[in-house]
């Protein structure tokens, strides 16, 4: 007999809970998961980028592979497991929970190198590094993510970060307690807080939203929400870009009283004075903040943007992102060359969850490839945000390239709060993002 899981007075039954959780984005089985005999290959493959899509890729092939030579370059010692970000600027996690190590899950199959790609050159099938190590390679992944512009917001760095009111967890885990301080001051003395998002593609797109729904709970427990005018600041005409995630979330707002502006990009920050300037339809807009939580702009890393891998023209010619078939992930032009997380140039995709799903794509393709065939797998643009809503209530948000909804949960309306996408977000994602990094969900 299954027990229960009960929390917040819901009951579910514990059969139907780890079946949903299993049949959820990030902790699914994917189509790849079956054990099968490796491929014998003397490939040399190279991924480049060592986060998130780098380690999973890399754990994948070295299990379904032997006799390759799979190298990881990847500069960065510390590896972030950067959706506990905005747990860590909300004062819910520490910095230590979200800061793991590189090394710790590399796999046995794969070689570290401890470098950064400089230069792609997809012609000559090699990359080069910072050192000048030439990697010549038979298939390449490309798995640097994307960069944070700080540099795009007039009067904005880093260093600014936890000073003058601003916040901006996605510099780091450093970044992000520094965020938990400012937003503490703020709760304290209440005022305008600014909220809002840059108006280029951008990791994680529901994290504003959360951080907005975060600051406005905590000012409310701390008493000084009736003095306070929270301001979420849209780049575009929506809140978000899946309608029906957007009504909710108009209704939503309206229901915090969280004031809305529409088409504000913001392109300019006086810290000294605390105003901020907006791009609008009507002319350039200066708002005053007591709190401001700041997200750059991003692109792809200069290596890629300076290589022949972005798009040429269309919507993600200009920040570098690269061309890959959506389906596939395959490059377009290069085809011993795929891409997986961040850096693809696709209408969907920059989560972690997504990079679950894409990470046996790919692997699928190159296997078949070492073999002389087609793969079969697809990615479909799956794409999962737990919305947070309030401390201990979320939304679950799936959907698909199509913006179809595709819930994990059959029981639960992926637009009604519930504590159950708090508690996968909140105890149970990091469990799996770090699975997924081994290959293993
Ligand atoms: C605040 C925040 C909240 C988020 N919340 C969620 C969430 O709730 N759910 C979710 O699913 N996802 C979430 N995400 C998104 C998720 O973390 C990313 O989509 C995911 O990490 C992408 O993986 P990636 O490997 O493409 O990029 P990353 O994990 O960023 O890794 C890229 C790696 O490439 C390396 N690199 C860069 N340039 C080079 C180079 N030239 N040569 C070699 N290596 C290079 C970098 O050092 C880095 O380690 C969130 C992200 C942030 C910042």
Known sequence: MS???????????????????????????????GRTAPVQTKARIVVAGGGAAGLATAAR????????????????????????????GAGLKSAEYVTLKTKDYLPSGARWMQERVEE?????????????????????????????DYGAVEGMERALIGREGIASVYAGAAAAAASWQALQGFMETGGVG?????????KCAGAPIKQTFLADDHLRRAGTRSKTEVVYNAHSKTLFSVPPVNT????????????????????KIDPAKH????????????????????IPPMRAPDAVRSSPLPWQDGPFAADGWIEVDKKTLRHLRFPNIFGVGDINGVPKGKTAASVKWQTPVVVDHLVAAIGGKEGTAVYN????????????????????????????????????EHWLPWVIKEKLLKATYTAMLRGLA
């Open 3 to 33: 027990k229960s899981i009960t929390g917040d007075g819901f009951t579910v039954d514990r059969r139907a809970f780890l079946a949903a959780v299993g049949g959820m984005g990030i902790a699914a089985a994917t189509p790849t998961s």
């Open 61 to 88: 092939l070295s299990r379904q592979l032997d006799g390759a030579d799979i190298i990881v370059v990847e500069p960065r010692s510390d590896h972030f497991y950067q959706p506990g970000f905005t747990l860590v």
């Open 120 to 148: 792609f050159d997809p012609v000559a099938n090699k990359v080069v590094t910072e050192k000048g190590t030439v990697l010549p390679y038979d298939f390449l992944v490309v798995t640097t993510g994307l960069v944070l």
């Open 194 to 202: 600014l909220f809002g998002r840059p108006a280029t593609e951008m």
């Open 248 to 267: 909710k979330l108009l209704e939503l707002f309206d229901r915090q009283d969280i004031k809305t502006n529409f088409s504000h990009v913001l392109t």
């Open 275 to 294: 105003i901020a300037t907006f791009e609008t339809p009507t002319g350039s807009v200066e708002l005053k903040w007591d709190f401001i939580n700041l």
């Open 381 to 416: 643009g799956y794409t999962s945000c737990p919305l947070i809503t309030k401390i201990g209530q979320a939304m679950l948000v799936e959907f698909d390239y199509e913006n179809r909804m595709t819930p994990s949960f059959p029981f639960i309306d992926p637009l009604t």
